[in-house]
């Protein structure tokens, strides 16, 4: 019963280092996605994936880029790290049929010094 | 894009005391959903609703889908301390994605 798994748990950047945030789900959703979370707010989509091989912009999606490796992992890299980057990172995977709802793995606490 | 308008920000209850909060946009949506995320985890998925007028309860939680389709409610009832987390509010339109409003922060004194 993973769900969805997401590595690293935390990670300190300097600024222009780069990095990849890895996340699998288990649960062959064809749907992923990748939001960000800044205090006192709510969840922002980064990218999102709604099948295997395709990728789409969300609401704030300068500064980062995404693979959909395959059905289960969806992956977010940062080029060049930036303080305005340092936030919670949350994976997402939706289920298919019917009705949605979102399944999100632990969160990466990412800091760029 | 879409704004959701979350509220209270925070509330601070007595534990036994019942709780209310909303969500508000401009945009119709099809869909409301409500999560909770408690301390180093991501959200969870606590009611889904959808269609207009709809009442759905889990457990001590209700929720509502307005009929205007541009609001919704969550009423917990008889909160315990184990309620203590970060409650989202989710919309979605129409082949969109979900619009997160900026959540309320539950503290409940014991």
């Known amino acids: 019963n993973a769900g969805v798994t997401q590595t690293p748990k935390f990670q300190v950047l300097k600024t222009g280092q780069s990095m990849t945030l890895q996340c699998a789900q288990d649960m062959n959703h064809n749907s992923m996605y990748w939001y960000r979370q800044d205090p006192g707010m709510g969840l922002r989509l980064i990218y999102y994936s709604a099948s295997e091989g395709t990728t789409d912009k969300g609401e704030v999606p300068n500064g980062y880029n995404v693979s959909r490796l395959n059905k289960r992992e969806f992956s977010l890299r940062l080029e060049s790290a930036a303080p305005s980057q340092t936030s919670v990172y949350f994976c997402?995977?939706?289920?298919?049929?019917?009705?949605?709802?979102?399944?999100f793995g632990s969160g990466t606490q990412l800091s760029v010094l | 894009g879409q704004q959701l308008n979350q509220s209270p920000q925070s509330m601070f209850i007595q534990e036994g005391e019942d709780v209310s909060m909303n969500c508000t946009s401009s945009s119709i949506f099809n869909t409301w959903l409500w999560y909770k995320q408690e301390p180093g985890e991501g959200p969870v998925l606590l009611i889904a609703l959808y269609k207009a007028g709809e009442l759905t309860s889990n457990g001590r939680l209700t929720a509502q889908f307005g009929i205007t389709r541009k609001d919704s409610f969550l009423n917990i009832s008889a909160s315990i301390p184990s309620d203590v987390g970060i409650y989202f509010c989710?919309?979605?339109?129409?082949?969109?994605?979900?619009?997160f409003g900026d959540g309320t922060t539950l503290t409940v004194k014991p």
């Open positions: 997402a995977s939706r289920t298919d049929r019917g009705r949605e709802k979102l399944f």
């Open positions: 989710a919309g979605r339109a129409n082949a969109g994605k979900s619009t």
